[in-house]
């Protein structure tokens, strides 16, 4: 592949770091990770492209539960450069000019030390939100294209919040009533062709509600959607898991969100409710159900466990990595020339300004060394 451009910048992740993610006081560490991680592009370029733009994901430095490290990419001389989006979140942007048709590689590589992330959950040490504070964060009280704050969600934010206005009591109101009413679809123990348990495939929380299954961004599309109906400021945070099972074979390890809720004099607290209802009770764990389950979750899957259901309101496992926060993505310098991506925790590019789905991405790793206790 021949590369035409007049100039070549580019910026790498540990060389132009964005802000520091706000601090949580209501956070800790505790186990860390650490793993080397190869995130690889195949990108085809169709015949009579005038110009491809890409838009690649990088782990992203705001994230103050990892560390970045020996970031790489590769072939040397890429006309690429850092570039972020409307919230901030950092993506790695490629723009070529009249390029040859045929396939090429862009290959990134990375060592990231991760922490285990811990929340105080203590609802004494919160309070509701004054008016001034939603007024700060009032974009994360509001609907998107997918997370719809429709009567549904309204009324069901009513049933299961009530007039309780602690954010933590409320919040984990909102995570058991989402754990009685959507199923994880990997559960489902008909072979792939014929299941009838299914994502959206946009993250909709409108078809999540009614269908009761989905995958992690339905779970968290409709979580986001009820609880800002409560009133508690809510985003998504877009990443990939170092699966356990999958630490140094050759399978992608595909991408996966969780949440977050803001709570006064805590700051911002993590939730997996998706992940937790894999293992709230039994489910038909047999030769389609099992494998589906063991690459759904962090570590493989031995059967329910209440404790991890616990677990993942407020605490996150440190085998993940952060890609980016929020949905309805607006790239900036330059923008898309498409719609507001739903996420991008892969690449998205377009092809003489037109989405176009020529991007096959490959996130592998190998972990280093033991998992140790923080200090």
């Known amino acids: 592949m021949r590369f035409l451009m007049l100039s070549v910048v580019f910026l790498c992740v540990g060389c132009a770091q964005p802000p520091g993610r706000e601090h949580s006081p209501g956070l800790s560490t505790g186990k860390v990770g650490n793993f080397d991680v190869q995130h690889n592009f195949a990108v085809t370029v169709p015949n009579g492209a005038e110009g491809v733009d890409i838009w690649f994901a990088v782990p992203n430095q705001n994230d103050r539960m990892q560390s970045i490290s020996d970031w790489k990419v590769e072939p040397a001389g890429l006309p690429a450069r850092m570039v972020r989006d409307r919230l901030g979140n950092p993506f790695l942007y490629l723009h070529l000019d009249n390029p040859e048709p045929g396939e090429f590689h862009v290959d990134t590589s990375f060592k990231i030390e991760r922490y285990e992330v811990n929340a105080d959950l203590d609802p004494s040490k919160t309070r509701p939100h004054t008016a001034e504070e939603l007024a700060e964060l009032s974009i994360y009280l509001k609907g998107s294209s997918q997370s719809v704050i429709n009567g549904d969600v309204i009324a069901m934010a009513r049933k299961v919040v009530g007039t309780e206005k602690n954010p933590v009591i409320a919040s984990r109101s909102i995570y058991d009533a989402i754990l009685d009413h959507v199923e994880y679809h990997v559960k489902d123990p008909k072979p792939n062709v014929a299941k009838t348990m299914n994502p959206t495939g946009t993250g909709n929380s409108r078809l999540c509600y009614a269908s009761c299954t989905g995958n992690c961004t339905d779970f968290h599309s409709l979580y986001a959607a009820v609880s800002r109906a409560a009133g508690i400021p809510t985003r998504a945070v877009y990443g990939s898991f170092f699966k356990g099972p999958l630490s140094g074979v050759d399978k992608d390890q595909s991408y996966h969100c969780w949440i977050e809720f803001h709570a006064p004099n805590l700051g911002w607290i993590p939730l997996d409710v998706a992940v937790a209802d894999i293992f709230v ?85 190998h972990e280093i060394g033991a998992t140790q206790a923080a200090q």
């Open 281 to 365: 009770d039994s489910f038909q764990a047999n030769e389609h159900s099992q494998p589906r389950a063991n690459l759904t979750v962090a570590n493989g899957y031995a059967g329910p466990d209440p404790k991890l259901v616990n677990y993942y309101f407020g605490n996150l496992e440190e085998r993940r990595v952060t890609w980016h926060w929020g949905r309805d993505l607006e790239m900036v310098d330059p923008r898309q020339k498409g719609e507001p991506l739903l996420w991008n925790p892969k690449a998205y590019a377009e092809v003489d300004g037109q989405a176009a789905s020529i991007v096959k991405r490959k996130l592998t790793y």
